[in-house]
């Protein structure tokens, strides 16, 4: 069953502690996403990968940390430093070669909740 | 920054009738795709239009792309209580940018039966 996993669904955390969110695709696709909803507002971009060993910021990525050591596996950490870190977290992935086509399939969200 | 902006914000109709949601952007594009997200939930892509596209159709989805007004408008015939959602056009914008879709906040559709 091919497809995009995150994991857990629901978490929750202290302030001040890191927590890293998981996010796994057995689709062999190049590129992966992280994104951020909150209430009633459309999704922003934390990180981006191309490929493997290769990350990038989007547009708000202060307070938060990737890693891209497999083509699998692009897991998200939020750090102590994110001053709001409480929202939906969405995980896509992509085919990344084809731009002109290129769609992305996403995750079904952590959803992150700092006490 | 936003890129894309839904209108309106919130739609309800009956079922059997026709949605109507709309997007505007502001820098010029490669291509415009549309997303459904139920409550909780990832986000499902519905349909890509390539820039040097003006209509394309899928099942009961219309996808209009107008670059002179850099709009687009996504039409659901004959909707269902399934089509209850909400809706997101996403851009992905110029050649600097690869990879980065710019997504509006999005239309809320509720369809009662």
């Known amino acids: 069953d091919g497809g995009i996993t995150q994991s857990p669904k629901y978490l929750f955390r202290k302030e001040g502690q890191n927590v890293t969110l998981s996010c796994e695709q057995n689709?062999?696709?190049?590129?992966m996403y992280w994104y951020r909803q909150d209430p009633g507002q459309g999704l922003r971009l934390i990180y981006y990968?191309?490929?493997?060993?290769?990350?990038q910021k989007g547009d708000i990525a202060e307070g938060y940390s990737v890693s891209r050591e497999k083509k699998e596996s692009f897991p998200l950490t939020v750090t102590s430093a994110q001053k709001n870190p409480t929202a939906f977290y969405l995980c896509?992935?992509?085919?990344?070669?084809?731009?002109?086509?290129?769609?992305?399939?996403f995750g079904p969200g952590t959803r992150l909740t700092v006490l | 920054s936003q890129q894309g902006e839904e209108d309106p914000q919130a739609l309800s109709i009956q079922e059997g009738e026709n949605a109507t949601m709309n997007c505007s952007y502001k820098?010029?594009?490669?291509?415009l795709q549309w997303y459904r997200q139920n409550s909780g939930r990832g986000l499902v892509h519905l349909i890509l239009?390539?820039?040097?596209?003006r209509e394309k159709h899928s099942g009961r989805l219309r996808v209009t792309l107008d670059t002179s007004k850099k709009s687009s408008s996504l039409l659901i015939t004959a909707s269902r209580a399934a089509d209850t959602a909400s809706y997101f056009c996403?851009?992905?914008?110029?050649?600097?940018?690869?990879?980065?879709?710019?997504f509006g906040a999005g239309t809320q559709v509720v369809v009662t039966p």
């Open positions: 896509a992935s992509s085919i990344g070669w084809d731009r002109a086509t290129d769609t992305q399939y």
């Open positions: 689709l062999n696709h190049d590129a």
């Open positions: 990968s191309q490929i493997v060993n290769d990350f």
């Open positions: 820098t010029s594009i490669n291509n």
């Open positions: 239009i390539r820039s040097n596209e």
């Open positions: 996403a851009t992905d914008a110029s050649a600097d940018s690869w990879g980065k879709l710019q």
